[in-house]
């Protein structure tokens, strides 16, 4: 006997299964639902990406969901013909902090189309600095990857040759963007970063990379910055086969690349430059000061080594230098 509307439980179920099988594939398809470039599409660009609170674990998994809709701000330089590209990544200050925004200029300068990320606007984040929860650095770092891929079907952008640059924060999630296991959680062939620049971000989360070019650039005198954590990080990265360098500026604080002159105390951002610790990603592993710990002892000394209050000021002798180093890297491999 058949129940009232005419299905069996048995079709009921076939039914909500069929349509929880459409529902996941939509949601990974509509990345790029309604994000159709053509030659002249430019300024504020539209995507799906994962939710803020995303954690490595789904990374793994790949049990990632596209629910959260953010942004890119597009830019040309004064070329024609296919270009190369840079996305950009900000800070815990947002989109709007002057850093991020003189590096797209000069990029564009010297030939590359950028592509600003804003991970904020679109979740309702102001600043994070002194609330680092409010978004993960995983998703962080997804952010750029499906930016990237959104970034490749523009027709006037060659796919392969489309770099990263990333500021505290984001110079973190331009690290991680550079494994393996968060590329492959989002992206499905081959395409990938060709050049990682990551300044004064994290060192601490480590995987096996996608092989291309991955330059680090820290201030000395950074309050987030562990100078025998990051070696001890590019070490392990080169031991798995890692192009990389750390570049040190002696004497430079976080933000050696801004315009602001004066010293300036944060006083509420959350600092981990005591803080010597790495995490191997691909083998959910924890370190401190070298030792293999377990995931609740990591807590227990990510918590107990972090501080607040962050120094940020401009080194007009590390900017110029690290300007330098870039358009060196930009030559090598984007304007190849």
Known sequence: MRPKYGLTKRQVGYLWAGWFAVEIALNCAHAFDGVRLSETTSGKIEFMSVAANSSTGQTVRKSLRLTDRISGDLRFPDRSGKLPAMVVLHGSGGPNRTTGTEWASWLQSIGVATFAVDSFSGRSIV??????????????????LLALKVLSQHPRIDRNRIGV????????????????????????????????????????????????????????????????????????????????DLVIFKGARHGFD???????????????????????????????????????????????????????????LAKAASRERVKLEVERILNR
């Open 127 to 144: 600043d994070t600095g002194s609330d680092q929860t409010q978004i993960s650095y995983p998703a962080s770092a997804l952010d750029a």
């Open 258 to 316: 801004s315009n602001q002159v004066t010293p300036y105390l944060e006083r509420t951002a959350v600092t981990v430059g005591k803080c010597h610790q790495m995490f191997d990603m691909d083998n959910n592993k924890f370190f401190v000061e070298r030792r293999l710990v377990t995931n609740k002892e990591y807590d227990a000394y990510s918590k107990s080594c972090s501080s607040r209050g962050m120094w940020y000021q401009m080194d007009s």
């Open 165 to 244: 640059i990333g500021f505290s924060r984001g110079g973190a999630a331009t690290q991680m963007a550079a494994t393996e296991v968060f590329r492959r959680a989002v992206i499905d062939d081959d395409l990938k970063f060709a050049l990682h620049l990551a300044f004064y971000g994290s060192c601490s989360r480590v995987g096996k990379t996608t092989g291309v070019p991955i330059v680090h650039f820290f201030g000395s005198a950074d309050d987030q910055f562990n100078e025998t954590g990051c070696k001890q990080a590019t070490e392990f990265l080169k031991n798995l086969g890692a192009d990389v």
